[in-house]
């Protein structure tokens, strides 16, 4: 007789460790992985999971349906669904609760940007970058909007993409809100927006990009999900998610996208001779070590 189908998300991992003990050895191994990493299973293909588990693809199929679920695509539903926001509070006490078991908060921060990465790359859609690229090098200005905890982030994005762009203007805050509506005012035709907001999401950022958008210019949003408010003011949308077991959110898989669009920005649009002059002309400043010198180590 088929087990009942757990009725919510939370449930699905108390089902898996009230069934630990009669698994077997294969399907125990997979149970393990998945309590001790639960986002990480979440994110996970089936090849994917089977090989963090040591197991084959067939072992999972019949690990998720000896725990009563239709299929993968079920179980990995469920697992997504049991990771709500929480507030830095709940996440403190999740930890503390889970200290004895897990005992290591930099292994977990570890493996969420690591899930978080792997999440990113199975929702990637390389004709949104190509399209985000193509935007950025006919743009006669890109807007970069970020307040809060995305500013610096915003602003390691604007550098990295400086050599592609005609023009730059950052709003990240500086000077109050007053300041950033007038230098928002003029933003439109022929300009494009790129809008950062992780969770939690600045309500500024989002109402900034509404309205450049309303005068016209085209927006990026980067952000964690498509549930993301900024989802809804943005013509092309960069997604990488931001979870993490204590923070509010991790920027982790949203600068792993600025690598990327810069990645297909240089490919597209930087020549062999552009990197070899730009190669000589930063090259004095700086450190070089000479080929045949000895590696030096630091003293104790």
Same mark, same amino acid.
């Given at each position: 007789m088929q087990t009942e189908v757990p009725v919510s998300a939370a449930s699905l991992m108390e089902l898996i460790r009230s069934r630990r003990a009669g698994m077997t050895p294969l399907h125990g191994r997979v149970a393990d992985f998945v309590t001790r990493h639960p986002l990480q299973a979440a994110t996970m293909g089936i090849e994917d999971l089977a090989g963090a588990a040591e197991v084959s693809v067939a072992t999972i199929n019949r690990f998720v349906r000896g725990l009563g679920l239709e299929g993968f695509a079920q179980f990995r539903a469920l697992g997504v669904a049991s990771f709500r926001p929480l507030?830095?509070? =709940?996440k403190l006490e999740a930890q503390a609760a889970a200290a004895a078991q =897990? #005992?290591? %908060? %930099? @292994? &977990? @921060?570890l493996d969420a940007a690591l899930a978080n990465l792997r999440a990113a790359r199975s929702v990637v859609d390389a004709a949104v970058f190509r399209r985000a690229a193509e935007a950025i090098t006919a743009a006669d200005r890109v807007v970069f909007l970020g307040l809060g905890l995305s500013a610096p982030l915003v602003g390691l994005l604007a550098?990295?993409? +400086?050599?592609?762009?005609?023009?730059?203007l950052i709003l990240d805050g500086q000077g109050g809100q =007053?300041?950033?509506?007038?230098?928002?005012?003029?933003? &439109?035709?022929g300009d494009l927006a790129i809008a950062l907001t992780l969770p939690r999401y600045s309500q500024a950022t989002i109402d900034h990009a509404r309205a450049v958008r309303a005068q016209g210019a085209t927006v990026i949003g980067i952000t964690d999900a498509l549930s993301s408010p900024l989802a809804l003011h943005a013509d092309l949308l960069l997604l990488g998610p931001a979870e993490h077991p204590l923070l509010h959110a991790s920027p982790t898989a949203a600068v792993g996208l600025f690598e990327a669009l810069t990645a297909v920005l240089t490919a597209r649009r930087q020549s062999a #001779?552009?990197?070899? =002059? +730009?190669?000589?002309?930063?090259?004095p400043h700086l450190h070089a070590v000479a080929e045949d010198a000895p590696a030096e180590r630091a003293t104790p």
């Open positions: 507030s830095p509070v =709940e =897990e #005992g290591d %908060v %930099v @292994s &977990g @921060s550098d990295m993409i +400086l050599p592609f762009c005609r023009a730059q =007053e300041r950033m509506i007038r230098r928002a005012f003029n933003v &439109g035709p #001779g552009d990197a070899a =002059e +730009l190669t000589r002309r930063i090259a």
